[in-house]
Nanobody, 125 residues
Framework: QVQLVESGGGLVQAGGSLRLSCAVSGRTFSDYAMGWFRQAPGKEREAVATISGNGGATFYSDSVKGRFTISRENAKNTVALQMNSLKPEDTAVYYC??????????????????WGQGTQVTVSS
């Protein structure tokens, strides 16, 4: 069973930055498409950014393009999300997700089968 653990969340002022990290164990990491997702209270879980197994392809939601960057370090079995120019509407619990196989541009939260426990990100105005 694949296990994922997120870290790096916290409280930051609008315009600030945070870097989230996801540590993965249990399978061959490079065989998995990975993603970062977020869920605010009363809202559906939404995809923020996804990345292919070799890091060659990335996709971002329109709301974070130009501000967030997803990356992976396969030798260390980790995925990161660098978040810059944070806005209050970015406030949510952020989750790391994994799915065996290739990444497709249409994949969202319902297409990922393994999840971490989440880490809280709060952006103050």
């Amino acid at each position: 069973q694949v296990q994922l653990v997120e870290s790096g969340g916290g409280l930051v002022q609008a315009g600030g930055s945070l870097r989230l990290s996801c540590a993965v164990s249990g399978r061959t990491f490079s065989d998995y498409a990975m993603g970062w997702f977020r869920q605010a209270p009363g809202k559906e879980r939404e995809a923020v950014a996804t990345i292919s197994g070799n890091g060659g392809a990335t996709f971002y939601s329109d709301s974070v393009k130009g501000r967030f960057t997803i990356s992976r370090e396969n030798a260390k079995n980790t995925v990161a999300l660098q978040m810059n120019s944070l806005k209050p509407e970015d406030t949510a619990v952020y989750y790391c997700g994994a799915e065996p196989g290739a990444l497709a541009p249409w994949m969202g939260a319902s297409d990922f089968s393994h999840w971490g426990q989440g880490t809280q990100v709060t952006v103050s105005s």
